[in-house]
């Protein structure tokens, strides 16, 4: 599929009649500009596959932030001349959460011959303290992962620098194609064995660190897509996330089902769909997850076996990107997985409360060549739980995908919260 309709589609899809999704072009700005959280409560090859270089990624431009929260200054304060960063003291996003750090060391780069670009997945091996960052696709160019190093040390961010990648093939070894696999999300075992959920059917393969697949995971057959199932092509499965105890995984689907469509105020009716590792990592339930009005469920975090991190994500052209961060809790929550449609009155959604919206962040130095209400904010579809700080503070690292596109920014982000 083309990216730049890709970027667009969690807005503006088959699922959003096209006179509500003008309706939204005219009042989500004026709703950004008040800046007023949305309710706490809802209601209701031939070659190597993997390459290790040393050499560090080409450059164009770069623009990093770090924010010192102990600086006592009022407004940003620039850095000495010539240096990609800037330092300033207003590092809230939200009560508890602050910004950490930005950079966009990676954007429009090349590493050992491909484009770095499109990344749509992220998640930390802890094990390692490396990231695995996830290529969503690129035409005929090798489905692939990046494998890279953030500094993070004392609150301070520092660009992100890729160490390898490595392409993702078939069981007969055949490299896949961005027309073959479109890699949405991550995880990561603790055998190395990696986890990732790519959105053409869609599937969860298993693959091992060398990037040689293992398996796949069963799909329920109303998540396949159309006409195999009831999701809409590019609204399927965008999230992964396991448990840390490793007994749990979950994903959702993008947009709604057929089934399941939207409410009058346009909010999707979601289904999470849950794993359980033994035996062999089982769909056993579905719960119903609400989004806000015109957002796509981009990402997932498990916090704990029944507690999530959401990331919700859309887009409005002109205006830009929402972008929020809510908890979720799973405790006692109903299983609906033999519920034909989740159009019923008498189901209640997910409780969730808003941790941060990003268009409260501050912007710093920040630039983006398309228009955003904050120039920070970009398509941000990936999150992931990073090293906890020594104020025993998790931290959040967000990542934003470009679509290989010359209005969008590859941008990694640290927040910092208590968890």
């Given at each position: 599929?083309?990216?730049?309709?890709?970027?667009?589609?969690?807005?503006?899809?088959?699922?959003?009649?096209?006179?509500?999704?003008?309706?939204?072009?005219?009042?989500?700005?004026?709703?950004?500009?008040?800046?007023?959280?949305?309710?706490?409560?809802?209601?209701?090859?031939?070659?190597?596959?993997?390459?290790?270089?040393?050499?560090?990624?080409?450059?164009?431009?770069?623009?990093?932030?770090?924010?010192?929260?102990?600086?006592?200054?009022?407004?940003p304060t620039q850095a000495v001349a010539g240096s990609p960063s800037a330092t300033i003291?207003?590092?809230?996003?939200?009560?508890?959460?602050?910004?950490?750090?930005?950079?966009?060391?990676?954007?429009?780069?090349?590493?050992?011959?491909?484009?770095?670009?499109?990344?749509?997945?992220?998640?930390?091996?802890?094990?390692?303290?490396?990231?695995?960052?996830?290529?969503?696709?690129?035409?005929?160019?090798?489905?692939?992962?990046?494998?890279?190093?953030?500094?993070?040390?004392?609150?301070?961010?520092?660009?992100?620098?890729?160490?390898?990648?490595?392409?993702?093939?078939?069981?007969?070894?055949?490299?896949?194609?961005?027309?073959?696999?479109?890699?949405?999300?991550?995880?990561?075992?603790?055998?190395?064995?990696?986890?990732?959920?790519?959105?053409?059917?869609?599937?969860?393969?298993?693959?091992?660190?060398?990037?040689?697949?293992?398996?796949?995971?069963?799909?329920?057959?109303?998540?396949?897509?159309?006409?195999?199932?009831?999701?809409?092509?590019?609204?399927?499965?965008?999230?992964?996330?396991?448990?840390?105890?490793?007994?749990?995984?979950?994903?959702?689907?993008?947009?709604?089902?057929?089934?399941?469509?939207?409410?009058?105020?346009?909010?999707?009716?979601?289904?999470?769909?849950?794993?359980?590792?033994?035996?062999?990592?089982?769909?056993?339930?579905?719960?119903?997850?609400?989004?806000?009005?015109?957002?796509?469920?981009?990402?997932?975090?498990?916090?704990?076996?029944?507690?999530?991190?959401?990331?919700?994500?859309?887009?409005?052209?002109?205006?830009?990107?929402?972008?929020?961060?809510?908890?979720?809790?799973?405790?006692?929550?109903?299983?609906?997985?033999?519920?034909?449609?989740?159009?019923?009155?008498?189901?209640?959604?997910?409780?969730?409360?808003?941790?941060?919206?990003?268009?409260?962040?501050?912007?710093?130095?920040?630039?983006?060549?398309?228009?955003?209400?904050?120039?920070?904010?970009?398509?941000?579809?990936?999150?992931?739980?990073?090293?906890?700080?020594?104020?025993?503070?998790?931290?959040?690292?967000?990542?934003?995908?470009?679509?290989?596109?010359?209005?969008?920014?590859?941008?990694?982000?640290?927040?910092?919260?208590?968890?």
């Amino acid at each position: 599929m083309a990216q730049s309709v890709k970027r667009r589609s969690v807005l503006r899809q088959r699922w959003l009649p096209p006179l509500a999704y003008s309706l939204l072009v005219l009042l989500l700005p004026l709703a950004a500009c008040t800046q007023s959280p949305v309710p706490t409560t809802v209601l209701a090859t031939s070659t190597p596959t993997s390459t290790v270089s040393s050499a560090t990624p080409t450059i164009s431009a770069t623009s990093t932030m770090a924010i010192t929260p102990t600086v006592p200054l009022a407004t940003p304060t620039q850095a000495v001349a010539g240096s990609p960063s800037a330092t300033i003291s207003m590092t809230s996003c939200a009560p508890g959460v602050d910004l950490l750090g930005f950079s966009d060391a990676l954007n429009k780069t090349h590493f050992a011959n491909t484009n770095v670009g499109g990344l749509s997945g992220l998640v930390y091996d802890a094990a390692h303290d490396h990231y695995y960052s996830l290529v969503d696709n690129e035409r005929d160019t090798p489905a692939r992962f990046y494998t890279l190093r953030l500094p993070l040390a004392n609150g301070a961010v520092g660009p992100p620098a890729i160490v390898a990648v490595t392409t993702l093939r078939d069981p007969t070894g055949k490299p896949y194609t961005g027309r073959t696999f479109d890699g949405e999300a991550i995880a990561v075992l603790t055998n190395g064995d990696l986890l990732i959920a790519s959105e053409t059917e869609p599937s969860i393969r298993r693959f091992t660190p060398d990037g040689q697949e293992r398996g796949q995971l069963p799909v329920p057959t109303r998540f396949l897509v159309k006409p195999n199932g009831e999701a809409t092509g590019n609204l399927t499965f965008e999230s992964l996330a396991l448990t840390p105890d490793q007994q749990t995984l979950y994903t959702a689907n993008e947009g709604p089902l057929t089934a399941d469509g939207l409410t009058g105020m346009l909010q999707p009716r979601l289904r999470i769909l849950q794993y359980t590792a033994q035996p062999d990592w089982t769909p056993t339930a579905e719960y119903f997850y609400l989004a806000e009005p015109a957002q796509g469920l981009a990402e997932i975090v498990a916090l704990g076996p029944t507690e999530l991190l959401i990331l919700e994500r859309g887009f409005v052209p002109n205006v830009g990107n929402t972008i929020r961060l809510f908890r979720v809790s799973l405790q006692g929550a109903v299983d609906v997985s033999d519920r034909a449609s989740l159009t019923d009155p008498q189901l209640t959604p997910l409780p969730k409360t808003l941790l941060a919206d990003l268009v409260n962040c501050p912007a710093g130095s920040a630039q983006s060549p398309e228009s955003q209400l904050n120039p920070l904010l970009d398509n941000i579809e990936s999150v992931t739980l990073g090293p906890r700080l020594a104020d025993q503070r998790q931290t959040l690292v967000l990542q934003s995908d470009d679509n290989f596109a010359a209005e969008q920014v590859t941008r990694f982000y640290v927040l910092a919260f208590q968890p």
